[in-house]
């Protein structure tokens, strides 16, 4: 691909990005993104064959720029806990600079097997990466704690997906509180 293709490419993908988020996969037509884009219609189709294909495309470099940070992240951070906060920060931060987006999440076509195949290697790369942090700490069942780990974060994205007053002070709450109920339990916070 050229230069000139590749950034036709990004456009396309930006625009998708955002018209998803706004109206959900099902709401959007093709003509919505590629007036955002500013190309012609037949233009999107030199790149993608159809909605669902573009669609995947959009969802595959969210997920893996998501994976990509995170694992930067916690390759920065010494230490278990240090590197717990790395994970629920970038969590949550990911939900938090999307929130205006949210219909990319349940506004999706749910019965693309190409999709949810991805979706499957995206959440096994994600545990796989909370795991690794857990067993370099020497936690016993470190793949239930990924999961019991994650499971915490995953809630706490619909409060910020839903909550349209959620602010960057209750998030960096949240992280905190959770990083520590997943340490040490609900003990601390009744003594």
Same mark, same amino acid.
């Given at each position: ?17 955002? @018209? ?9 037509? @093709?003509?919505?993104?590629?007036? /955002?884009?500013? @190309? ?15 669609? @995947? ?43 205006? /987006? ?90």
């Amino acid at each position: 691909m050229s230069g000139a293709q590749r950034e036709k490419h990004e456009a396309i993908l930006d625009s998708a990005f955002e @018209i998803f988020g706004q109206k959900g996969f099902y709401e959007t037509k @093709i003509s919505d993104i590629t007036e /955002h884009a500013g @190309i012609a219609k037949g233009t999107m189709y030199l790149y993608f064959k159809s909605k669902e294909e573009l669609f @995947i495309a959009v969802t595959r470099r969210d997920w893996d720029t998501f994976l990509r940070n995170l694992n930067y992240r916690v390759k920065h951070a010494d230490g278990l806990l240090p590197k717990l906060r790395q994970v629920a920060e970038h969590h949550l931060e990911y939900y938090y600079e999307r929130k205006s /987006h949210g219909k990319l999440f349940f506004h999706a076509p749910n019965n693309d097997s190409e999709l949810m195949k991805m979706m499957h290697g995206f959440l096994t790369r994600y545990m796989a990466t909370v795991k690794d942090v857990l067993e370099e700490a020497g936690m016993p069942d470190p793949d239930f704690y990924a999961k019991a780990f994650i499971g915490m974060l995953d809630r706490l994205k619909m409060d910020i997906l839903f909550e349209g007053d959620f602010t960057r002070e209750e998030l960096e709450l949240r992280v905190d509180q959770t990083v520590r109920l997943f340490l040490r339990g609900s003990e601390g916070e009744l003594n």
